[in-house]
């Protein structure tokens, strides 16, 4: 079975995001604290939540906070992992990753600080959200709030990586894209790059092994409402 190419080029380490320098140097010395990644769809959240967990070596546990929503996520998951010594990894901070936190209910909220205070000592928990307007300010209070949002200078500079990236994934699949097709597919959906590789993905998929300025155009026109 064909691996979805969201996860096939998931990066592996920091190295491989492409994010600005900003928000690079944030992690250049480990986690430290509690950490929300706030910004638009695609930006790279929660490859950046895994990286860094995967690059340090931090024993963790993902939680969906956009599926499992009840409180009992809280009282039970999240509390057995942060309450239970590692053999394996002695010492080691314990990171927890919520993943769409905007998405909660006010009772997963205040479960939410009782536990990340309890736990102060060995664990941090790293929030991703797309709406950081749906967190209270409590729970605001107690994350470094990083955006994910860039400004233009940054939006430039992403770009030209975004173009790298997205031709190096092409020659490796064994897809050629023209180079004013590439410019300007990239263009169209920057900066989520989960959609553009999922379209990416749509042109293997349809046996298109040639990408032209008039594929791109017509694709988008024609999958809009899907992708928006």
């Not at 769409?100 to 309890?118: I, N, P, Y």
């Not at 307007?133 to 992403?158: A, G, M, Q, T, Y």
């Not at 597919?185 to 993905?201: A, I």
């Amino acid at each position: 079975m064909n691996s979805l190419f969201t996860e096939k080029y998931r990066p592996k380490n920091l190295e491989d995001l492409i994010l600005p320098e900003r928000v690079m140097t944030k992690f250049k010395d480990g986690l430290v604290q509690n950490i929300l990644l706030a910004g638009s769809p695609g930006t790279g959240k929660t490859s950046t939540a895994k990286a860094i967990v995967q690059q340090f070596e931090l024993p963790y546990l993902y939680i969906n906070a956009s599926t499992d929503t009840s409180v009992d996520v809280i009282r039970t998951r999240i509390t057995d992992f942060c309450s239970t010594v590692s053999i394996m990894d002695p010492g080691k901070l314990k990171v927890v990753i919520l993943d769409e936190v905007d998405g909660v209910s006010d009772q997963f909220f205040k479960a939410l600080r009782a536990t990340m205070e309890q736990f102060a000592f060995n664990s941090r928990f790293i929030a991703t959200c797309n709406y950081i307007n749906k967190l209270p300010d409590p729970i605001l209070s107690r994350f470094e709030v990083i955006n994910f949002d860039f400004d233009k200078s940054e939006e430039s500079e992403l770009t030209k990586k975004y173009i790298k990236r997205v031709y190096e994934i092409c020659k490796n699949e064994g897809l050629t894209i023209e180079k004013d097709a590439l410019v300007e597919f990239v263009r169209r959906n920057f900066p989520d790059l989960r959609s553009t590789l999922n379209k990416l993905q749509g042109y293997k998929t349809q046996g298109t092994t040639t990408i032209t300025l008039g594929d791109v155009k017509r694709f988008n026109s024609v999958y809009k409402d899907v992708f928006e």
